[in-house]
């Protein structure tokens, strides 16, 4: 049979089903309720978190609205089409449903290594799934005349039912359980009287104290930060929880955005407001003693300046309290609404660095503290952007003895940079740390802990048209990543962006090792990552409990303690 005959019968049969100049169409939302029906099925399949009902709801309606004008704008396309012909409309269908199909098979041969052919295959396959909507949409229309409409309803019904039932059963196969904490570290009694002292307003004197209370502006810091001085535990809690005599009691320095005079929040004046944060912070260590402990913890704060309280508190406490922690307000926002001051906050935090680095430098060498330096999240991001592209020789030349970062943010690439170095470690959770320890463990420069689950550490905007590396064909996963979980186009970027947004949330007093919650964990990286090596998996157990029960503490007492503009 010859290329023409076979066009000729196509043609026929095209005429057989819709009818050549035929006006029947599918109705004009068949196509996008089709493809929002699939999109939004296919969110309740496995994602990195169990979906609660209120974020499952969130999944839904912004798939199937995405869905629906993606598919709603390729009938547009062909109706514009159709306004030259009804077979013109027909005809443009077939182009993009061709088309499409052409694009998919493109990435299946050659998009495993290029982002950009896997973009144009997600297109594609989409394009194709409405264009062939509208299509048997059509010849139900036609060989229906009479019931066409509510018959072209079975489309969506039929299509969003399958994928339904497919993530209805993925989901049952990977059980909450698969996604929930197993953490196998040690243990102590819930009713162990750690942290017990009462919570009571405090002054200037009493957050930094050694700093001149003048200089203090309480009223101007932000909520995170009154928080940060406000837990820091005390020699005496230090004693009682590690079961030896602290050396000190611990010193912790704060510097808010606010504080600086209000001209140099304008964008012009911004090399002045990093260099006024930088030394405000150095003025304040200087005053309080800092330079004279034996650590100090510079700790990059997340977009709203928060710091993980279970992380300074654990430095603190098995350095016995003899250690100064300083940290500046990064910003006033969520990080996705501060990433264009992301700039300014690795700025401010190079800076400090190079500062602190100065001023050890002029010390006698047995006097010298040694400097670490921690970062979760946006924190994590801005600290090591300033060592970006030069490696992990540039920390140890910045005079860091050892630095921690806790779920590094996909778009920071020094994790990245630094993987096949030697003096960088790579764990995936508490349990790994332990393993690692031990009289054999190696004294790494750069430690990452990063959950393989991680949405925050694993979000990337190309996830909505290209299959994610943690998502690979070959289905190996990484940890509490369900090896039932599909990738869909368009669905699993989504569902990760909801994921990372419910990654924010945590409730006081549960930790959990999932997700972007790392507060079981800290202690128990830090503890090899900052070199103590006399400290015990029962004290890193009670430091932890520590910090469970002084986070429960500040959650019911904050509305009480904190200033009326703070709250």
Do not use: C
């Not at 290329?3 to 996008?32: E, H, N, Y």
């Not at 698969?178 to 942290?195: F, N, Q, S």
């Not at 500040?554 to 503009?565: I, R, S």
């Amino acid at each position: 049979m010859t290329i023409a005959s076979l066009a000729s019968s196509a043609a026929q049969t095209t005429r057989t089903l819709i009818g050549s100049g035929s006006s029947a169409k599918a109705a004009f939302w068949i196509p996008g309720l089709t493809i929002g029906a699939v999109a939004a099925a296919a969110t309740v399949g496995p994602s990195l978190f169990p979906h609660d009902p209120k974020f499952q709801a969130a999944a839904i309606g912004g798939a199937g609205l995405v869905g629906f004008a993606v598919g709603s704008s390729i009938e547009g396309i062909a109706r514009g089409a159709g306004r030259i012909s009804p077979g013109a409309r027909m005809g443009a269908l077939g182009v993009l449903a061709g088309a499409g199909l052409v694009a998919w098979g493109a990435t299946r041969m050659f998009g495993d290594k290029n982002s950009n052919i896997q973009g144009l295959g997600t297109a594609g396959v989409v394009t194709a799934a409405a264009a062939g909507a509208s299509i048997a949409a059509t010849i139900i229309a036609r060989k229906m005349p009479a019931h066409g409409t509510l018959a072209q309803l079975a489309l969506p019904l039929i299509a969003g039912g399958g994928v339904l039932g497919m993530a209805i059963h993925d989901r049952a196969k990977t059980g909450d359980d698969y996604l929930l904490p197993d953490v196998k570290l040690p243990e102590v009694d819930k009713g162990t009287p750690l942290a017990t002292r009462e919570l009571s307003k405090f002054t200037a004197a009493q957050a930094m104290p050694g700093v001149d209370a003048s200089t203090v502006q309480l009223d101007k810091l932000p909520p995170n930060g009154l928080r940060f001085m406000l837990e820091r535990p005390t020699a005496d809690e230090i004693t009682e929880t590690m079961g030896t005599p602290a050396k000190a009691e611990p010193l912790r320095l704060y510097v808010g955005l606010d504080e600086a005079p209000a001209e140099l929040a304008l964008p012009e004046n911004e090399p002045k407001l990093i260099d006024w944060m930088t030394d405000r912070a150095m003025e304040r260590m200087e005053a309080s003693g800092a330079f004279d402990r034996s650590r100090i913890l510079v700790a990059a704060t997340t977009s709203t300046g928060f710091i993980d309280p279970l992380a300074p508190v654990s430095n603190e406490m098995m350095s016995l309290g003899d250690v100064a922690t300083v940290g500046m307000q990064a910003g006033h926002k969520k990080a996705a609404f501060e990433l264009d001051n992301l700039d300014r906050a690795t700025a401010m935090h190079e800076l400090l660095l190079t500062k602190i680095h100065d001023r050890i430098a002029g010390m006698p060498e047995g006097e010298r503290p040694k400097v670490d330096v921690y970062g979760e999240s946006f924190g994590a991001w801005t600290s090591q952007d300033a060592f970006k592209g030069k490696g992990v020789d540039a920390m140890t030349a910045a005079g860091i003895d050892h630095a921690m970062y806790v779920g590094t943010p996909k778009d920071s690439t020094f994790r990245q940079e630094v993987g096949s170095d030697p003096r960088a470690l790579h764990v995936r959770s508490g349990v790994q740390a332990q393993e690692l320890g031990g009289p054999e463990a190696t004294d790494p420069t750069v430690t990452f802990l990063t959950h393989d689950a991680d949405p925050v550490a694993n979000f990337d905007v190309a996830d909505l048209w290209r299959r994610p590396d943690w998502l690979p064909t070959d289905g190996e996963r990484g940890e509490k990543i369900s090896p039932h979980q599909k990738w869909w186009p368009g669905v699993t970027g989504l569902q990760l962006g909801i994921d990372q947004w419910r990654a924010q949330f945590f409730t006081p007093g549960v930790l959990e090792a999932i997700g972007h919650d790392y507060r079981p964990e800290v202690g128990f990286v830090m503890r090899d990552a900052y070199g103590y090596d006399n400290v015990t998996d029962q004290q890193v157990a009670r430091i932890r409990e520590y910090g469970r029960q002084a986070e429960v503490r500040w959650t019911d007492a904050k509305d009480k303690l904190l200033p009326p503009v703070a709250k």
